[in-house]
């Protein structure tokens, strides 16, 4: 089955610095790869997503960048603000369902 | 809309008891999940359904079972809770992914104490 492993597990930055997490999957079948944030108590929520058939996505401060062959995509949240501080899920598409990270906690230091 | 919605908010049982989590949607989407989240483990799948009437076995279903007669709701059954069951459950719901919507939305979670 599919597995997705997610790096750093934690991640300290400082106010206005860019962070960077990563996940790998195993299946290559995997085809859509959403990033959640959850806030301290709060419910995920999606906050980004790529397609296969894309390289790149941006949203303002968030982009994901995908790289099939090599079966990996990453967060980069540049001008990163106490706002960010959450832990973030990466998710790899399978059949019907996805397969979740096991989360990035991120802490943007004042 | 009120998106998805969990009940109770928390629940505190006692080892063999039986519960049910109850998950409500009101965007008309087919397809619907139960994952429970354990500190460091990210969100598991328990089971989820692909329409009324359907449910299927996710990565971690024992103990567990649901039922989806409504399409708009979607239970999550303990039979006799063990401490291993503390966690967080979430549901989600979303379109179907033959439809590319596969944006999943989550409720409010509930938090589950099994002593």
């Known amino acids: 089955g599919e597995n997705v492993e997610q790096h750093p597990s934690t991640l300290s930055v400082q106010e206005g610095d860019s962070a960077v997490i990563k996940c790998t999957y195993s299946d290559s079948a995997s085809n859509y790869f959403p990033w959640y944030k959850q806030e301290l108590g709060k419910r995920p929520q999606l906050i980004i997503d790529i397609r296969s058939n894309v390289g790149e996505k941006k949203d303002q401060r968030i982009a994901v960048t995908l790289n099939k062959t090599a079966k990996h995509f990453s967060l980069h949240i540049t001008e990163t603000q106490p706002e960010d501080s959450a832990v973030y899920f990466c998710a790899a598409s399978y059949g019907q369902n996805f397969v979740f990270g096991p989360g990035t906690r991120l802490s943007v230091l004042p | ?115």
């Not at chain 2, 994952?35 to 969100?43: F, T």
């Open chain 2, 1 to 115: 809309n009120a998106g998805v919605t969990q009940t109770p908010k928390f629940r505190v049982l006692k080892t063999g008891q039986s519960m049910t989590l109850l998950c409500a949607q009101d965007m008309n989407h087919e397809y619907m999940y139960w994952y429970r989240q354990d500190p460091g483990m990210g969100l598991r799948l328990i089971h989820y359904s692909v329409g009324e009437g359907t449910t299927a076995k996710g990565e971690v279903p024992d103990g567990y079972n649901v039922s989806r007669l409504k399409k708009q709701n979607f239970l999550l059954g303990l039979e006799s809770a063990a401490p291993s069951q503390t966690s967080v459950y979430f549901c989600a719901s979303s379109y179907s992914r033959l439809a590319g919507l596969e944006t999943q939305y989550f409720g409010p979670g509930t938090r589950l104490l099994v002593l």
